[in-house]
């Protein structure tokens, strides 16, 4: 029993030894890192030099098309629809026959009489159908000329000084992507609206082969003025705190520059102010820096365009 004893002691010893000396060399490990710089991080970074360009300054709007005019097809006489001789999509011209109706007077034999268009145009809506009752006050169709459709366009007031009568505009349409047409200003509503604070602009677009259909979404530029300018790329630039900088590679450190920003063009932005021209701005990676980080230059090109 005794001799038990004592090997369980003797283990018990040397466990806490173990444990002990272990111990005692985290410690000095941890003594030895403190005293120790840690690690510097470079970060590979890519410049551009700032570069000149013309910046075009423009005037967007949006609105939708509108049919160039769209009137209601009547019949003169009450009767019902015998038949519909056209449908969604006809082109009516002046004088054509698009319905006929028959007269239903108790005690006479009438001919069944023809609704005649009286304009030209589009069939955009039957509205009644064969069967359907109708009177001199009841629209059978409507009808919609989009030989020139028009572009009903809300510029923001502080804007509209720069639009006139007869300008050329650029219009694009989710509906074709890409492609560019163009339009002019017609018209310019007297009131503004106020609650969006802008002012509607009517401008025309010849539309031959009716591709272009009332209802479609559209944006609209004017191009008031080119200038030339200095730009950079726009990942270049960040915001903090709402103050717009950029970084400068300058001797393997990240400079923090404030910078004022103008118009966008593309994927490169206006510097206003705030850079001379010949400095090298970081472009990958800008967002992550901080002011004095250290740096390597691992690509240099030569412009920011």
């Given at each position: 029993m005794k001799i038990g004893r004592i090997i369980i002691v003797l283990i018990v010893i040397g466990l806490v030894a173990i444990i002990g000396y272990r111990a005692n060399q985290n410690i000095q490990a941890k003594k030895l890192a403190a005293g120790q710089p840690a690690p510097e991080t470079v970060v590979p970074v890519e410049v551009v030099a700032p570069a000149k360009m013309d910046i075009a300054d423009k005037v967007h709007a949006v609105g939708s098309i509108q049919s160039d005019a769209e009137v209601s097809i009547f019949s003169k006489v009450a009767g019902k629809i015998a038949n519909n001789l056209v449908k969604m999509g006809s082109v009516i011209t002046p004088g054509q026959v698009v319905s006929v109706v028959n007269r239903d007077e108790v005690g006479y034999d009438y001919k069944p009489y023809e609704v005649k268009s009286d304009a030209k145009g589009v069939v955009a809506r039957i509205l009644l159908n064969p069967g359907a009752s109708v009177n001199p006050n009841t629209p059978i169709l409507n009808l919609v000329d989009i030989d020139l459709v028009k572009v009903v366009a809300a510029v923001d007031e502080k804007k509209i000084r720069f639009i006139g009568?007869?300008?050329?505009?650029?219009?694009?349409?989710e509906a074709y992507p890409g492609e560019i047409f163009g339009a002019k200003v017609t018209n310019i509503s007297p009131v503004g609206n106020p609650v969006s604070r802008t002012i509607d602009v009517e401008l025309s677009i010849p539309n031959p082969t009716h591709r272009i259909k009332p209802g479609m979404y559209v944006e609209v530029e004017w191009t008031i003025s080119t200038r030339p300018a200095t730009v950079v790329p726009l990942a270049s630039v960040v915001d903090r705190g709402g103050q717009k900088y950029v970084f400068?590679?300058?001797?393997?450190?990240?400079?923090?520059?404030?910078?004022?920003?103008?118009?966008?063009?593309?994927?490169?932005?206006?510097?206003?102010?705030?850079?001379?021209?010949?400095?090298?701005?970081i472009t990958t990676g800008a967002g992550q820096l901080n002011d004095k980080d250290k740096i390597k230059v691992v690509e240099r090109s030569t412009s920011a365009i």
């Open positions: 009568m007869g300008q050329g505009a650029r219009v694009t349409l400068l590679a300058a001797e393997g450190q990240a400079k923090m520059t404030p910078v004022t920003v103008g118009a966008v063009a593309g994927d490169v932005i206006e510097i206003v102010s705030g850079l001379a021209g010949g400095e090298k701005v």
